[in-house]
């Protein structure tokens, strides 16, 4: 099974930062990731598709990039409404979840 | 508009059997390359994938726990249903039903709002 790495586990930074999620495959998976928000008692929202493709709806203050193994998701100017958990996904082979990033606003 | 919704149980005892059904509206599991998913989230855990069924009956399963899901459908009734055997304590978590529209996204684009199933005798 692919596995996936997400760090920091936690970061906080303040509102107009911009803010880097990493996520890390165990073995390549093209450009088969994707990049969700959750927030306290809620499912998770979509926020890109296939590492870079941005999700309708969504502020593009998000974006993500990479391939292969190693990805990001950038926020290019963090807001409040964005304290929240993401967490990257690979569909390459099956789906695999990472572990998470929770984000707190300072 | 599309939505999905989860439905069964609160609480099972363990060694049971957990039925979940997914009701869902605003398109069709007959539609090439349509799928819906079951991911569940134990609390204050990470997300974990279940079982995904496909517009042509595929059916995947999670390598872990393969041997206790069953996924099928009813497409005239819009419903995709899981089971899960041999309930355990730490199968207690917020079970979702999830789309996948197609190859060109592949993510889970719409969620349902997740039920909450406690295993407990």
Redesign the interface.
């Known amino acids: 099974?692919i596995q996936m790495t997400q760090s920091p586990s936690t970061l906080s930074a303040s509102v107009g930062d911009r803010v880097t999620i990493t996520c890390r495959a165990s073995q390549s998976i093209s450009s088969?990731l994707?990049w969700?928000q959750?927030k306290p008692g809620k499912?998770?929202?979509?926020l890109i598709?296939?590492a870079s493709?941005l999700?309708s709806g969504v502020p593009s203050r998000f974006s993500g990039s990479g391939s292969g193994t190693e990805f990001t998701l950038t926020i290019s100017s963090l807001q409040p409404d964005d304290s929240a958990t993401y967490?990257c996904?690979q569909?390459d082979s099956?789906?695999?979840?990472?572990?998470?990033t929770k984000v707190e606003i300072k | 508009q599309v939505t999905l919704r989860e439905s069964g149980p609160a609480l099972v005892k363990p060694t049971q059997t957990l039925t979940l059904t997914c009701t869902f509206s605003g398109f069709s599991l007959n539609t090439s390359e349509m799928c819906v998913?079951w991911?569940r989230q134990p609390p204050g855990k990470?997300?974990?994938?279940l079982a995904?069924i496909d517009w042509d009956d595929d059916k995947?399963y999670?390598?872990s726990l393969k041997t206790r899901l069953t996924i099928s459908k009813d497409t005239s009734k819009n419903q995709v249903v899981l089971t899960m055997t041999n309930m355990d304590p730490v199968d207690t978590a917020t079970y979702?039903c999830v789309r996948i529209p197609g190859h060109d996204?592949?993510?889970?684009?719409i969620?349902?709002?997740?039920t909450m199933v406690t295993v407990s005798s």
Not at chain 1, 94 to 100: A, E, L, N, V, Y
Not at chain 2, 46 to 49: F, I, P, Q, S, V
Not at chain 2, 105 to 109: E, R, S, Y
Request: proline content about 2%; hydrophobic content about 35%.
């Open positions: 099974d088969w994707a969700y959750q499912a998770p929202k979509l598709y296939k493709s999700e967490y996904q569909y099956q789906w695999t979840f990472g572990q998470g | 998913s991911v990470a997300l974990e994938w995904l995947y999670s390598t979702y996204v592949g993510a889970f684009d969620w349902g709002q997740g």
